[in-house]
């Protein structure tokens, strides 16, 4: 199975993903004037933009159905190594051979009459916790730590049928240019940023063409990782990334997942008809509950807690909830600062290049200097911390002095700290420079790697030991 599940890396796209189903709401008008940035140093209140509505139903087929990327290898070549997928992998809502694939591949028809797979928006977003798989929840054990490129090339000597090799030959283009770009450090982290940068470098940003030659400079080929964040907050949020990036319509800028292989903006036009309802579907999950005892009387304390240290800018729940939408300058939240000056997509030509873009007729990059404040439903389910996957715990997380600088994990879902929340980790006496056995060495998370430190959210120091284990209980009620 290795060399098709590799393949799934060509779909980190920096959007949530959608897919296909039936038309259901009418396209954006547009002409969306670029979104205020705050001057370093303020706090800004992130406003809400309309959205066009639509069907979660019709959202979720066509998230699971859909070949929203456009391009993938022969299903003959899938087919003459794998058979139906086990049950554990296997999903409901899903139409014909899909039916039988796992989770993260979709089959489709292309317009040449090829039947294709590619992998699907899943491969990122549904993640495994306490043993179960949850749609939604950003795959914390996805490995990108070597790249997809000798995969793609094994594929295409399997294939015999001009039309089949054609096909494969488009996206096999797509993947050798990429491959480079989103090789991570450690398993668990996400080159989705690196790869939308590359995407939009061999793109017109007016017809959407693709050219071989890249039109703009690429990124740094080393990624800066970020952890993927549960789509469930989605509901709540007015700019969709960590650093207050993504606003106007979501919907168009979620569909970017599809600049692998949609050429023309009549394509794209096609694409942006139904992702209102595959947005409309991501606003519809909800947080899974903590699946483990809870003290009643600890969390009723931690929730006055809360409400005094931490309200301010994660927001309130329960009856009368409130949800402030913050971007939190760099000063005051003190996180790792590489993504939010400017790395990957959210370096200055790449903002440029999507805000005049098709897709920005709408939508706007425009990242701020800083970090949202995310909304905190559901974070037991979480772990890791912070942007970039740096903190193994909550635990760790409000109390800064026991974050680890060099730990590891098991990355099996049932390996669970019910009490710190957050995985049951290792902590390592050397990071991967020192490491000489590769599987080990992927398997470290070396806060001393660039976009990858754990400083910063320093809040929870303040509190007592006890204050914050009664925080910790509040926060597995949510």
């Known amino acids: 199975m290795r060399l098709m599940r590799r393949a799934a890396v060509l779909l980190l796209l920096a959007a949530a993903c959608g897919g296909g189903a039936t038309p ?43 070949g929203y990327i456009g391009c993938g290898f022969p299903y003959s070549v899938y087919s003459s190594f794998f058979g139906p997928a086990a049950a554990d992998k296997q999903i409901p ?12 591949l979709t089959a489709f028809q292309a317009k040449s009459g090829v039947e294709l797979v590619t992998p699907n928006c ?17 795959a914390a054990d996805g490995d990108f730590t070597d790249s997809t490129g000798p995969y793609a090339q094994a594929i295409g000597s399997r294939i015999t049928d001009p039309t089949e090799h054609a096909e494969w030959q488009r996206w096999n283009d797509r993947i050798q240019a990429i491959a480079p770009y989103t090789i ?14 590359v995407l939009f470098s061999h793109r017109d940003p007016q017809t959407l063409a693709w050219s071989d030659t890249p039109m703009l400079g690429l990124p740094p080929a080393q990624v800066v990782p970020v952890h ?6 989605m509901s709540k949020k007015n700019a969709m990334f960590y650093n207050a990036a993504g606003r106007g319509d979501h919907a168009r800028i979620m569909m970017t997942a599809s600049t692998l292989c949609t050429d023309t903006v009549a394509d794209a036009q096609a694409i942006d008809q139904y992702f209102p309802d595959v947005e409309a579907y991501i606003e519809s999950l909800k947080a899974p509950a903590y699946p483990f005892p809870i003290d009643p009387l600890l969390a009723s304390y931690g929730r006055d807690v809360f409400l005094g240290h931490c309200a301010q800018c994660h927001g309130t729940y329960g009856e009368g909830a409130r949800y402030p939408n913050l971007l939190v300058p760099l000063k005051d939240v003190g996180t790792d600062d590489v993504l939010a000056v400017g790395t990957a997509q959210f370096a200055q030509t790449y903002v440029a290049w999507f805000n005049s873009s098709w897709y920005g007729q709408v939508a706007q990059l425009d990242p701020g200097p800083g970090y949202v404040a995310p909304p905190l439903d559901g974070i037991w389910a979480t772990a890791p911390y912070l942007h970039n996957g740096s903190v193994p715990t909550i635990a760790a997380l409000l109390d800064s002095p026991t974050r680890p600088t060099y730990w590891t994990r098991t990355f099996d879902s049932t390996d669970y700290d019910p009490v710190h929340v957050g995985w049951n ?21 070396d806060t001393t790697e660039i976009g990858a ?17 009664a925080v910790i209980e509040y926060l597995k009620t949510l």
Request: aromatic share 6%; charged share 15%.
């Open 93 to 104: 809502g899903r139409d014909g051979i899909n039916a039988q694939l796992p989770y993260d």
């Open 122 to 138: 899943l491969a990122c977003h549904a993640g495994h916790i306490n043993g179960q798989l949850v749609i939604g929840l950003g």
């Open 425 to 445: 980790f290792t902590v390592m006496d050397h990071g991967q420079a020192a490491e000489p056995l590769i599987l080990v060495k992927k398997a470290i998370y």
């Open 453 to 469: 430190s754990n400083q910063g959210h320093m809040f929870g120091d303040a509190l007592s030991a006890g204050d914050r284990m």
């Open 184 to 197: 991570t450090a450690t398993v668990g982290q996400n080159p989705a940023d690196n790869l939308a940068a």
């Open 228 to 233: 993927v964040p549960a789509w469930w907050r």
């Open 24 to 66: 259901s709401s009418p396209a954006p008008s547009p002409g969306n004037p670029p979104k205020a940035t705050p001057a370093p140093g303020d706090v800004m209140v992130i406003g809400a933009d309309a959205q066009r509505t639509g069907d979660p139903q019709a959202g979720y087929h066509a998230l699971v159905n859909a």
